[in-house]
């Protein structure tokens, strides 16, 4: 299995078995099923977080400024593996003032993994952060346009791979390793203390969503501790809605395609 709100699993199996929440796994047979019970348990926290809590995300964008040229969505379907999102960034996010322009990346703890232009990898030495955030070229100007037909090893192209997010720290590690043991009580015969919905896969021969069971989750009880001190952390007042489109829908500056991730790094 692989997460699906989370960036990364919040804990490994190794930690899982060094834990006192290993009582019941065999580390010799089980470590398949505790990495898929850890994976369930990272989406099910990132998820009633609103994606607060999300790790360390890996993602490519293709930028473009949509007023200064046409541009079409025109894809080759083969050539993309994962949909196109579109995320729009402020006036106020272009430093066209300065003499040059910025592109804005989402945070916290930006990392530029890489920028390629025209099908070539720059070299990290031609650009920085400004803010820790601000994506800027030493000499001369980013592209404003991005031929969304071709690939990146094209000319006329353009994309940046980069990092954002923290690793999960202690309290979301604890939370993750309890919730995964609870999760694969029932299959080990053993009473789970999490409230229903939250470990049934099926009710009634209705497949239950990961939402459904963040959901649930809010009725935990104090037999849960590491998983209630989560809770009290990062979402006090209960589930948070999820965090959506990460910066305003304004009509200028630049448009982000997100053409692979986040994901895990």
């Not at 930006?110 to 800027?136: A, C, R």
């Not at 954002?164 to 604890?174: C, L, R, V």
Request: proline share 7%; aromatic share 10%; net charge negative.
């Amino acid at each position: 299995m692989t997460t699906q709100f989370a960036c990364q699993v919040f804990a490994t199996s190794t930690e899982f078995f060094a834990s006192k929440y290993a009582v019941d796994f065999d580390v010799l047979e089980d470590v398949a099923f505790v990495e898929s019970l850890l994976d369930q348990a990272s989406d099910v926290l990132s998820l009633i977080s609103g994606g607060r809590i999300h790790g360390i995300c890996q993602t490519t964008v293709r930028p473009f400024i949509p007023d200064r040229a046409p541009w079409t969505y025109a894809i080759d379907p083969q050539a993309w593996t994962t949909p196109l999102t579109v995320m729009s960034l402020g006036p106020d996010d272009t430093d066209w003032h300065s003499g040059f322009s910025t592109v804005p990346l989402r945070g916290p703890n930006t990392d530029v993994v890489q920028v390629i232009v025209d099908g070539v990898i720059l070299n990290p030495s031609e650009y920085g952060l400004l803010d820790n955030s601000k994506l800027f070229r030493k000499v001369g100007t980013w592209p404003s346009t991005n031929d969304m037909a071709k690939t990146l090893s094209k000319v006329g192209t353009w994309a940046i791979v980069y990092r954002f997010g923290a690793s999960p720290d202690y309290i979301t590690k604890q939370a993750t390793l309890e919730l995964a043991a609870e999760l694969g009580f029932p299959e080990r015969g053993r009473q789970s203390h999490l409230p229903p919905g939250v470990t049934s896969t099926s009710i009634q021969g209705v497949s239950l969503s990961l939402r459904d069971r963040a959901d649930a989750l809010r009725e935990a009880d104090e037999q849960l501790p590491a998983v209630l001190r989560f809770l009290g952390v990062y979402c006090p007042t209960g589930i948070r809605a999820p965090s959506g489109v990460w910066s305003p829908e304004l009509t200028h500056g630049y448009k982000l395609i997100q053409d692979e991730g986040p994901s895990g790094s």
